[in-house]
């Protein structure tokens, strides 16, 4: 049996995207991480910030500052090229995915769409905190809110690649 190093390659990595267990884990991690990691703070030291006062209090606040500056930094050198190709890479992955059936770009655009709202929802959160920056009470609600947001963003886009994962696997597989 001899077979070259394209076939080996083709034969480790599964390109049926949705019945891979691999897809699965990275589509739980991300959404665990998005919910988790909100604007570069983790949600557990929000939590603390609210109960306690003083260190706890500081720590958030200077984390967060730090990540908001970065953020709008960020945005206002970049923000046009970003929604150039972030546009072209969402519509050539839906193009080779939904128009020419290709799995492994179905599966990535399913994991970039949800994720790039989130990144804008990220942005306009980020610009909104900037103005509120001295009230604490406020940019707790703010972080809430998009945290929320994301959670149920995750909901519904778990759900949907789910459905779109098991027509596929329904769809290709042997007894279908």
């Not at 059936?101 to 970039?112: D, M, P, R």
């Not at 804008?120 to 909104?128: L, N």
């Not at 900037?130 to 959670?151: C, G, I, M, P, Y």
Request: aromatic fraction near 16%.
């Amino acid at each position: 049996m001899d077979l070259n190093w394209h076939e080996t390659v083709v034969a480790l990595i599964d390109t049926r995207s949705f019945s891979n267990l691999w897809f699965w884990i990275v589509l739980a991690v991300f959404w665990s991480s998005a919910s988790h990691w909100v604007l570069g703070v983790p949600w557990d030291l929000v939590l603390r910030s609210k109960r306690v006062s003083g260190l706890a209090e500081n720590d958030f606040r200077v984390i967060l500052r730090i990540n908001v500056n970065r953020i709008i930094n960020f945005a206002d050198i970049f923000e046009y090229w970003m929604l150039s190709i972030g546009c072209f890479i969402l519509t050539a992955l839906a193009v080779l995915g939904f128009g020419y059936s290709v799995e492994f770009a179905q599966a990535v655009f399913l994991l970039v769409l949800p994720m790039s709202i989130v990144g804008a929802a990220s942005i306009i959160t980020a610009r909104r905190i900037q103005n509120d920056e001295k009230n604490v009470k406020a940019t707790q609600r703010h972080l809430s809110r998009l945290r929320f947001f994301v959670q149920i963003l995750g909901i519904v886009a778990i759900f949907f690649t789910s459905l779109w994962g098991m027509y596929q696997n329904f769809q290709f597989s042997p007894l279908g």
